[in-house]
């Protein structure tokens, strides 16, 4: 297993176990894209919990954004301790690190929701 899907699998269980998290969530009913390089995974959400991780090719009609980035940024931003520019979302989309596209209401209406959603696999400390 890639260590991109298997930080994807530690995000499903982080995400699913923190009922803090889903509770938040609750009212998120989407899918979004996660793109590390050219490797594709459609993240559905259903009632604040990852109902779906499945990777892929996918048409933009089946995800409502995407987040993009290369294998290194995702890598940085999933440190224990990311370095600065790395450490959150809206610092990466800053720097040109991360690119955001499509329909973004869904993911800035619950943006702490996403961005604790993502954080959930760094407190494992997945490093490479």
Same mark, same amino acid.
């Given at each position: 297993?890639?260590?991109d899907e298997r930080?994807? +699998?530690? *995000? /499903?269980?982080k /995400?699913?176990?923190?009922?803090? %998290?889903? @509770?938040r969530?609750r009212?998120v009913?989407?899918?979004?894209?996660?793109? /590390?390089?050219h490797?594709q995974?459609? $993240? !559905? $959400?259903q009632?604040?919990r990852?109902?779906? /991780? !499945?990777?892929g090719e996918?048409e933009?009609?089946?995800w &409502?954004?995407a *987040? !993009?980035? &290369?294998?290194?940024? @995702?890598?940085a931003? @999933?440190? #224990? +301790?990311?370095?600065?520019?790395?450490?959150?979302l809206?610092?990466? %989309? +800053?720097?040109?690190?991360l690119?955001m596209?499509?329909?973004l209401?869904?993911l800035?209406?619950?943006?702490?929701?996403? +961005?604790?959603l993502?954080v &959930?696999?760094?407190?494992t400390? #997945?490093? &490479?």
């Open positions: 297993m890639m260590h930080i994807l +699998k530690t *995000l /499903v269980e /995400v699913n176990q923190d009922e803090r %998290l889903c @509770w969530g009212h009913e989407t899918a979004f894209l996660l793109e /590390v390089d490797e995974y459609l $993240i !559905r $959400i009632q604040g990852i109902d779906s /991780v !499945r990777k996918f933009a009609c089946e &409502s954004f *987040l !993009r980035a &290369s294998s290194q940024t @995702w890598g931003y @999933w440190q #224990a +301790k990311p370095r600065p520019g790395y450490h959150d809206m610092a990466m %989309l +800053k720097f040109k690190y690119r596209e499509g329909d209401y869904p800035m209406s619950h943006l702490l929701y996403f +961005k604790d993502l &959930s696999a760094r407190a400390g #997945a490093q &490479s």
